[in-house]
């Protein structure tokens, strides 16, 4: 079993989407691969930001309709020519993507027509939607968007992998950190060692939030050899191995 995993790619309308055409080329020629996991966090969301909804000057010109255009066509990239391959295709939901359930919960009368899922029109694309703060189990691995604490907040930096390994009593593999991190803890009398894998990200640009400030992101994307149960080899694979992939 191997498996693709997607980091945050945060698509809008204001970004080239070239990535996801080289991302093509890497899921068609990745022997043996069996499932691609996009791990949350794919649409940036911008237009429902509740950061900014009151900065006026910085919230103008976003348009929801046009993210989710810009998403669909970033899924048509990605997907293009392996509409009937056996490929399993898993679209965790992240805290982003959240941004239209709570916009819905403050704006009811938007209800069904703010809605991710049937904007990308994932079920017809054949994604299995994972929802906000569930996993999706694989061979006795979790995949989620973030780990979540006792308080009911996501785990972050430093050392967020080792964290992750607090809260999960078998392997997990997480996004949102937008970090490359990698921890191992064999627990007393445990059978095997549980793995922890934070997956960096998969965009290019610097969100305006992070401007200025000292981000350790890594770009790329994540191939995961599942030789057994609960167990995986890494392969990383860099934003410039992606583009550059088969040229």
Not at 166 to 178: D, E, I, K, P, R
């Amino acid at each position: 079993m191997k498996v693709l995993v997607i980091g945050d790619s945060h698509v809008d309308e204001n970004q080239k989407l070239d990535r996801f055409t080289a991302l093509n080329n890497v899921i068609k020629n990745t022997e043996g691969l069996t499932h691609v996991i996009s791990i949350g966090d794919f649409l940036s969301l911008n237009a429902l930001s509740g950061w900014d909804r009151n900065k006026r000057l910085l919230m103008e010109d976003r348009r929801y309709h046009l993210e989710i255009r810009a998403g669909r066509e970033a899924l048509e990239q990605m997907q293009y020519g392996l509409e009937d391959t056996d490929l399993t295709w898993i679209y965790v939901e992240g805290n982003h993507e959240d941004r239209a359930t709570r916009y819905c919960e403050e704006h009811p009368e938007m209800q069904g027509t703010v809605d991710v899922r049937a904007g990308l029109k994932l079920d017809n694309r054949g994604w299995k939607w994972v929802p906000y703060k569930t996993n999706y189990n694989l061979n006795g691995v979790s995949f989620t968007h973030i780990p979540i604490n006792g308080a009911g907040k996501a785990i972050g930096n430093p050392n967020v992998a080792h964290k992750a390994l607090q809260l999960y009593h078998n392997s997990v593999v997480f996004g949102h950190t937008h970090t490359l991190d990698i921890a191992g803890l064999h627990r007393q009398n445990a059978p095997h060692l549980n793995q922890a894998l934070s997956v960096g990200c998969f965009f290019e640009h610097i969100d305006e939030y992070a401007k200025g400030s000292m981000t350790n992101y890594w770009r790329g994307v994540v191939i995961l050899d599942m030789y057994s149960r609960n167990r995986f080899d890494i392969h990383t694979m860099s934003m410039s191995q992606v583009k550059s992939y088969g040229k």
